[in-house]
């Protein structure tokens, strides 16, 4: 049904910047929020960031409240991940997901409201 690749990972130094896509398919793009996850080895899957269906509203973690930005193009069925400053505490493979709901809530943060997932992209920051 809803499909989503993901690119634009790779090695950076730390400081450096780099830029998700994602691209999603199969369902009314603009209808759905949308949100980035990551999960690094041994760890479990993190909340990275989320936005709504219009874009108005975003939401980050904690941890990269500051460095990371969440934008979508919706004319493009495009989603993106704008990530500066990075560290290396920030390698992992990074995922993205469209939500069960159009707007953001209180639970926007757990994966479990989320019902699709890319295949994830790699993203490793050396000091």
């Known amino acids: 049904q809803v499909q989503q690749v993901e690119s634009g990972g790779g090695l950076v130094q730390a400081g450096g910047s780099l830029r998700l896509s994602c691209a999603a398919s199969g369902r009314t793009f603009s209808s759905y929020a949308m949100g980035w996850f990551r999960q690094a080895p041994g760890k479990e899957r993190e909340f990275v960031a989320a936005i709504s269906w219009s874009g108005g509203s975003t939401y980050y973690a904690d941890s990269v409240k500051g460095r990371f930005t969440i934008s979508r193009d919706n004319a493009k069925n495009t989603v993106y991940l704008q990530m500066n400053s990075l560290k290396p505490e920030d390698t992992a493979v990074y995922y993205c997901?469209?939500?069960?709901?159009?707007?953001?809530?209180?639970?926007?943060?757990?994966?479990?409201?989320?019902?699709?997932w890319g295949q994830g992209t790699q993203v490793t920051v050396s000091a």
């Open positions: 997901a469209t939500a069960r709901s159009h707007g953001l809530y209180s639970g926007s943060y757990v994966a479990i409201e989320y019902d699709y």
